[in-house]
């Protein structure tokens, strides 16, 4: 086959046979040849595919085919076409080419090709063809055969596959002819499908999220409620672990740990996989690691002879691996177990011997262990010893300068002592008490002779760890006590109290200070310092000092002779305020003043030096809700400082009489003031001024009386002459005065007096008795009832009226009463006034309006509105208003023209419509007859008003 | 069934007579004549307890499992490898025909096998936290089979031999993929929860049936 004849083509058809025998001799020819055949274009044979095979797991097809290279001289170019096509699409997926060298022999060629979907969600073929030396060849050129994929079964596919986030995945769902493709769901979300063929569909993912620990679930589901489905798992490649560190405890295990930096997101089977790897040895161990925690730990065995490690952590899970390196001494990188069985031992009062036991096998290593001493005295020690190392061994460090009968407490760490690396840590602590040592001196005491002198008291210093015995008192001991032994008071400095003292040049063997622990008297807890002679002062310190109490101190000077008493001091460590103020009791109290007395206070309740007291006092009754005098800031709160200590009593002056007072008195020391003790008192009634206040205006009363009396005695004469004349001079009656001030705005004088004023207008009206409409609203009834006379003389004469006029009033509308403005009276101005209010009348109105202007007197001011009110009155009201006679000019609907509401209620107290304006008043009180306008309202006035009452009513 | 029953009766009958003729004995107690009562009472307890127990555990691994298997309205077609798992889907009147006995035994070798199942889950979990509270209801379940045993010794029935005992079928075949693995996880939970529903009605039956009987003889036995 391989010598088949071929055809050579250049340019112009031009055939070429090679028998079988030149074929071997190729390689000559070839080189005779070969630059003649690159200008050759050789007639391709139609090439056969071998075979093709399918790799689902990778979507991967692996083509084979011959070159039929023997056939060919050697070292042409040769290109390969393959295309590959979804069947039932009959889409053409890809066209790639492919090139070799031809080398005389027949070479089988593999060519991969990635799918980008699973093979099993459709048909795929293949076909190759190719040429040599040129890919223009536009000879004949025939492709292969279709190669088919045909995969079988159904399901979704792929199943089961582990990607990388961020990956697209095609899905399909292959399934049997004749069924539907519903709808695929990736996730809770369904995809477009993508029709494949007639017995697939298929979905797109593009950028797919992390899935959940179980994987995301791609669901298919068709018709005849079929459904297919399969788990895709996204996740993360690995990391490179990060802080990759290795070392061993105990030279038998070598413990590696990292951090595996971002979770992976897959689990169980997909979880990511270490594994160590010792280069030099070649050794590995796969590690077996918790995902739950957040660092990895494996383990790899140390091996004998060999120091250095170099390790290669590998890290693996279905989307990629890395690794992480690592080159270790392992006499570097030792952390030594945790000492154990930790003993103390000893026989001595100022050493012990320690034991601990160590699991690891430390030969060739020497140890740095520290040991921590602590005992309840002082602070804490730390003891290195430095030990060579052994075989899973005990270890022993001995440690001496330890206090007598002290326990102590120890415990230990080791590391390794020529490369420190890290500690181990603490072992457990382990107690122990050095043994009893003699005492280095004797004890420390101090002797007191009894009052009487007959005994003698002695006091030693306890110490604990000394057992002590009295043998005999072998010594000489005299106390002298001076008569004169002055107190002083000592300094509180710190949390001790200062003393100080003149040097005494005769006591050569030092001083004593001597205390006792409680202020009380004895017996107390004797307490004592003993100081050399040179010193002058000292800070006493207690543990058992407490603030508030006060120390008696007694300081001794030491001579040959014995001890001489130099002075006592008290003190403080620290002035508290009195824990009380004193008890206090009002001694007596007058009008003005309250004598106050106190008592001492004892010395354990004033907690310091009392400096002083205060005494506050205010007005204030004694009443719990009230707070307290010194809290409420009352600004009449007066305080007294007494700080002359001898003073127990103070009288409180300048007080006011019957009045209770609050007062507090509180004691004071340097710590601050006590809390207060309170008293209320109530001094005295001050009945001296009360008299007097009294007396002094009935006195002064009685003496006016008196002195009035006897004037009117001796004047009675021109009293009477004065006040009550015989006959009464004209000039000084009131009642001729009407005339003054008529027009000044005199409100009590408005009368008609015409001269002073300057009239706008007078209006002469005729009274006629058939006038039926005046009465419509009691505006119009008062109007026809004010009719005043000229001269005043003859209020019966309704025929002529003379109305004083006011301008203003009319300006205002009705508003306001004529207030102010004096009555004028002139002519008649009824033409201004209709002009004035003729747009406001309706013509049929005219008449009428001329009507009630000759009613008689009226104020200006109601006309319009009687104008307009006219017309609803009835005959029957207008009659009986007609007979209502004289009413007051003042027109108390007038004023109460602000409520148009009610006119009625106004109109119906007809009898107090005297009331208001003054121009009223004077009419009543000058123009009418005595009593006829007040007492006798006309009977069907009254009438008319009640009905207006009642009707009105509701509208109150 | 017919004959099963009787049979059951009678030895129920023979039980009660003997335990009418055993007052006379002294040493026995209170606690031995109640067994039947007591034991139906607290398997039914647990039943009901379990089933509770299931509803959350089932809330959270199917979840677990993702959509849709967390859907409500998911109802998968039962495929042919879920039916390993035992079926509570017989038909009603069928089951209430059954003796106690059968009932019973049914109620045994089924939560065997659930149990045994349901311990397959437990090591692919991927979170600790649904291992851990798998692992509490298997220990629950463990329980009820023990508990179902008891109930049937204490009336007297046989244990039902072989698959009933130490598990037969040594964990089920491994699911060809995961989806088929998550849809034989459904099934289960899901017949689980109907087969603890009916054991609960089975027992509160049952629980009807017997007390009185046992309150009964308490009173005779005290009346001698």
Redesign the interface.
């Known amino acids: 086959m391989s010598c088949l004849p071929y055809f050579l083509y250049f340019k112009i058809i031009f055939l070429v046979i090679l028998s079988r025998a030149s074929c071997e001799l190729l390689p000559c020819c070839a080189s005779v040849l070969l630059p003649l055949f690159s200008h050759f274009s050789f007639v391709p044979l139609t090439p056969r595919i071998l075979s093709l095979t399918p790799d689902f797991s990778t979507f991967t097809l692996t083509l084979k085919w011959s070159d039929n290279g023997s056939a060919f001289p050697y070292g042409l170019d040769a290109s390969w076409e393959i295309e590959i096509l979804r069947k039932e699409t009959m889409e053409d997926v890809t066209r790639e080419s492919y090139n070799s060298k031809l080398t005389h022999e027949d070479i089988i060629h593999s060519w991969n090709w990635k799918s980008d979907m699973p093979l099993e969600c459709t048909s795929h073929y293949v076909r190759i063809r190719h040429y040599i030396n040129i890919t223009q060849f536009d000879g004949h050129k025939d492709w292969s055969d279709w190669s088919p994929v045909e995969p079988s079964g159904s399901g979704?596919f792929p199943?089961?596959t582990v990607v990388a986030v961020g990956s697209n995945v095609t899905f399909c769902c292959v399934h049997e002819e004749g069924r539907q493709v519903q709808r695929m769901?990736y996730?809770?979300k369904d995809y477009p499908l993508i029709r494949l063929s007639s017995r697939s569909s298929a979905i797109r993912v593009l950028n797919a999220n992390a899935?959940?620990?179980?994987?995301?679930?791609?669901?298919c589901r068709m018709s005849e409620?079929?459904?297919?489905?399969?788990?895709l798992f996204v996740g993360y490649g690995p990391d490179v672990p990060e802080d990759l560190s290795c070392e061993t405890s105990n030279f038998v295990i070598i413990k590696c740990t990292w951090k595996p930096g971002r979770a992976s997101g897959l689990?169980?089977v997909r979880g990511t996989k270490y594994s160590l790897i010792e280069s030099i040895s070649g050794k590995n161990v796969s590690c077996e690691v918790n995902e739950?925690k957040k660092e990895r730990i494996c383990g790899f065995p140390v091996l004998a002879d060999q120091k250095t490690y170099s390790f290669v952590l590998g890290v693996s899970n279905p989307i990629g691996q890395t690794e992480a390196s690592l080159l270790v001494d392992l006499n570097q990188r030792v952390n030594p177990e945790t000492p154990e069985k930790l003993t103390v031992s000893g026989n001595s009062s100022t050493s012990v011997r320690l034991h601990w036991f160590i699991n690891g096998s430390f030969a060739e290593i020497r140890l740095l262990c520290q040991i921590e001493i602590s005992s309840g005295h002082s602070e804490q020690k730390l003891h290195n010893v430095s030990m060579p190392g052994g075989k899973f061994s005990t270890y022993t460090a001995q440690l001496n300068a330890l206090h007598p009968y002290t326990k102590y407490r120890f415990r230990v760490r080791c590391s390794a002592a020529d490369h420190f690396w890290r500690w181990s840590d603490w072992s457990g602590t382990e107690e122990h008490t050095t043994l009893e040592a003699p005492p280095a001196r004797g004890p420390d005491i101090w002797r007191e002779r009894s009052p009487s002198g007959k005994s003698l008291r002695i006091f030693w210093k306890v110490d604990r760890k000394l057992k002590m015995s009295v043998w005999s008192l072998m010594d000489f001991f005299v106390v002298f006590v001076a008569d004169n032994v002055k107190t002083d008071r000592a300094v509180a400095m710190g949390n001790g109290i200062y003393i100080s003292w003149n040097s005494y040049p005769n006591m050569t063997c030092g001083y004593i200070v001597k205390w006792c622990h409680s202020s009380g008297s004895e017996p107390c807890s004797v307490d004592w310092q003993k100081f050399p002679s040179n010193t002058t002062d000292a800070v006493i310190k207690s543990a058992l000092f407490r603030p508030g109490v006060r120390y008696n101190f007694s300081l001794y000077g030491c001579k040959s002779s014995g001890y001489q008493l130099l002075k006592n001091i008290t003190g403080y460590t620290k002035e508290l305020p009195p824990k009380r103020a004193p008890n206090f009791t009002v001694e007596e109290t007058s009008s003005d003043s309250i004598l106050v007395k106190w008592e001492d206070m004892p010395i354990e309740d004033c907690q310091g030096f009392l400096e002083g007291y205060r005494l506050s006092f205010a007005k204030g009754e004694k009443d719990a809700l009230k707070p307290r005098l010194l809290e409420s800031g009352n600004p009449e709160l007066k305080v007294k400082n007494i700080t002359d200590l001898t003073k127990k009593s103070l009288k409180i002056l300048d007080l006011q009489g019957k009045t209770s007072y609050q007062l507090d008195l509180q004691a004071y020391t340097a710590g601050g003031l006590s809390p207060p003790n309170s008293l209320y008192v109530v001094t005295k009634e001050d009945s001296v001024g009360l008299i007097i206040a009294i007396l002094i205006p009935v006195a002064v009363v009685v003496l006016l009386g008196v002195v009035a009396s006897i004037f009117c005695y001796r004047k009675r004469e021109w009293i009477k002459e004065t006040f009550y004349p015989e006959i009464p001079n004209p000039e000084n009656s009131k009642a001729l005065q009407f005339q003054k001030n008529i027009c000044e705005g005199n409100k009590s004088l408005k009368t008609l007096e015409m001269n002073p004023c300057t009239p706008n207008s007078v209006e002469v009206v005729e009274t006629q008795s058939a006038a039926p409409k005046i009465e419509d609203t009691e505006m119009m009834s008062s109007k026809t009832d004010t009719i005043v006379p000229e001269d005043g003389s003859d209020s019966e004469t309704e025929n002529h009226v003379v109305v004083s006029y006011c301008p203003p009033i009319i300006e205002e509308e009705i508003s306001n009463p004529p207030m102010d403005e004096p009555v004028g009276l002139s002519q008649v101005v009824y033409i201004d006034i209709q002009s004035m209010y003729q747009p406001q009348i309706k013509p049929e109105e005219e008449s009428e309006i001329d009507l009630v202007t000759t009613a008689g007197y009226k104020p200006q001011m109601q006309l319009p509105v009687s104008a307009l009110k006219i017309e609803s009155r009835s005959p029957a009201e207008e009659e009986s208003d007609k007979t209502a006679g004289y009413r007051p000019q003042a027109n108390t609907n007038a004023w109460n023209m602000d409520t148009p509401d009610s006119p009625g209620s106004v109109e119906s107290n007809n009898e107090n419509a005297s009331f208001g304006s003054p121009c009223s008043i004077n009419s009543r009180q000058f123009l009418l007859p005595p009593k006829d306008d007040e007492d006798s309202p006309k009977p069907s006035n009254t009438g008319w008003s009640f009905t207006h009452f009642f009707q009105n009513k509701p509208n109150d | 069934c017919a004959l099963r029953a009787r049979d059951s009766w009678g030895i129920f009958a023979f039980l009660c007579a003997a335990l009418c003729n055993l007052p006379a004995v002294p040493a026995l107690n209170g606690t031995e004549e109640l067994g039947a009562g007591q034991s139906i009472q607290k398997t039914y307890d647990l039943t009901r307890y379990l089933e509770h127990q299931l509803r959350t555990l089932a809330g959270t691994y199917l979840n677990?499992?993702?959509?849709?298997?967390n859907?409500p309205d998911f109802n998968?077609?039962r495929l042919a490898r879920a039916e390993q798992v035992p079926s509570a889907t017989v038909d009603l009147d069928l089951w209430r025909g059954l003796t106690d006995n059968a009932r019973l035994a049914a109620n045994y070798r089924a939560y065997s096998r659930l149990l045994c199942y349901l311990r397959g889950l437990d090591g692919?979990?991927?979170?600790?936290e649904l291992r851990h509270r798998l692992g509490h209801f298997c220990s629950s379940l463990q329980g009820l089979v023990l508990s179902i045993a008891g109930v049937m010794s204490s009336l007297g029935y046989p244990l039902p031999a072989g698959p009933a005992g130490p598990p037969a079928p040594p964990g089920a075949p491994a699911a060809p993929?995961?989806?088929?693995k998550?849809?034989d996880d459904f099934w289960l939970l899901k017949e689980l929860q109907t087969w603890l529903w009916r054991s609960a009605k089975d027992f509160n039956r049952l629980k009807k049936k017997v007390p009185p009987a046992v309150v009964t003889l308490r009173m005779e036995a005290r009346g001698f």
């Open positions: 979704l199943q089961d769901s996730g809770a899935s959940d620990a179980s994987g995301t679930n791609i669901v409620n079929g459904m297919d489905g399969t788990v689990y169980g739950m | 677990y499992l993702g959509p849709p298997f859907e998968p077609p692919q979990v991927g979170t600790v993929n995961d989806f088929l998550k849809m």
